[in-house]
């Protein structure tokens, strides 16, 4: 069809991308990122690329570590609940938690966020958590990109990617040499974290809740509250004692749980046995045990069944102390031992 002059001008606002609210977005999340500046941040938000000097930051021979994650379906809960306020603490936390398990320590964060039409409020929300969590890991919110794209994303709908970067002297890299023997220390998990979500989902539907119904395991929230608490942070605890030359090792107990996650660490040769006993089960993992129902070894490979990080160490009455100074709860649930099985459970899970 010919275009005719009454006919009204494409542009880019009618097709669905709202420029100004981008600009908008930026401007509203300045002081959020510049609250996470750490040294060897160079420059702010706004260059097409972030600059960061290592030396500034007291590296003397470096080594770069590199971290991509994502939320999962944890953000379709984020979505349908409207809440939206720390789904970005997952997102670095995904990323920073993988970090320190190599020793290093994250320097800056970049995230995406893509959106079929972007609500600056949402946005700012999303991003402010984002912040919070850089912050508490010590890590420089750098920069992003935030990209309208209707037609691919529904109304309401976005998704969120993260990108961390850090460092570690060559001569402090993790894993060091694992022992047979060595003791598993365990830091207990805020909830289930980003991983299982689809699960959560189908279990949720077919028990005819909605989100905003109390959770059975913890009235005082609804499930979307109870499900929606955010990943923990492990930056500070690990690096405290990984500077201390108490650690061997670390696992993130993320996507495969405990089996998937604890032999990644270990050399060839060596497995662990993991005491199903040996920690208290939260609430929120046994009713998704029997709701489902679930079995042992399919909450062991979706979830993390109350455990976000492994510590190996030689030393546990050490590490064990110096978690006491930090008020940090932990327990010792197994060792590292010679065996051609990388994971074996030695007694069922307490699943209640």
Request: charged content about 20%; aromatic content about 6%.
């Amino acid at each position: 069809m010919t275009k005719t002059s009454a006919s009204p001008s494409a542009s880019y606002a009618a097709a669905g991308v709202d420029i100004e609210a981008g600009d908008a977005l930026v401007d509203a999340i300045k002081p959020a990122a510049k609250a996470t500046a750490r040294p060897g941040v160079m420059g702010g938000l706004g260059g097409f690329g972030a600059l960061f000097d290592p030396k500034a930051a007291g590296l003397k021979d470096p080594v770069l570590v590199s971290c991509t994650d994502g939320v999962g379906t944890k953000l379709l809960l984020a979505i349908e609940s409207g809440l939206h306020d720390e789904i970005g603490i997952d997102l670095v936390a995904m990323c920073v938690n993988d970090l320190i398990v190599q020793g290093a320590q994250p320097l800056f964060f970049l995230d995406y966020m893509a959106t079929g039409s972007l609500s600056v409020s949402v946005a700012q929300r999303i991003i402010k958590g984002i912040a919070a969590a850089c912050k508490e890991s010590g890590c420089a919110l750098v920069g992003g990109e935030t990209a309208e794209m209707p037609g691919l994303y529904g109304k309401g709908h976005y998704d969120l990617a993260g990108f961390s970067v850090g460092a570690v002297e060559r001569d402090a890299m993790l894993p060091a040499t694992i022992h047979e023997g060595d003791s598993l220390i365990a830091l207990p998990s805020s909830g289930v974290h980003s991983n299982g979500f689809s699960l959560v989902r189908h279990i949720v539907d077919a028990a005819g809740l909605s989100w905003k119904d109390p959770a059975p395991f913890s009235p005082k929230q609804t499930l979307a509250e109870a499900f929606l608490t955010p990943t923990r942070l492990y930056v500070s605890t690990v690096l405290a004692l990984h500077e201390k030359k108490l650690i061997n090792g670390c696992a993130h107990i993320t996507g495969g749980g405990l089996p998937g996650n604890l032999p990644r660490v270990l050399p060839e040769g060596l497995g662990v046995e993991v005491d199903g006993q040996s920690w208290p089960i939260p609430g929120i993992f046994s009713w998704l045990a029997e709701q489902g129902p679930v079995s042992e070894e399919e909450m062991l490979k979706v979830f993390n069944c109350g455990i976000g990080m492994v510590l190996v160490t030689s030393e546990p009455e050490k590490v064990m102390a110096e978690l006491e100074q930090r008020d940090e709860e932990a327990m010792l649930i197994g060792r590292v031992v010679r065996s051609s099985t990388p994971f074996r459970l030695i007694s069922p899970l307490n699943l209640g």
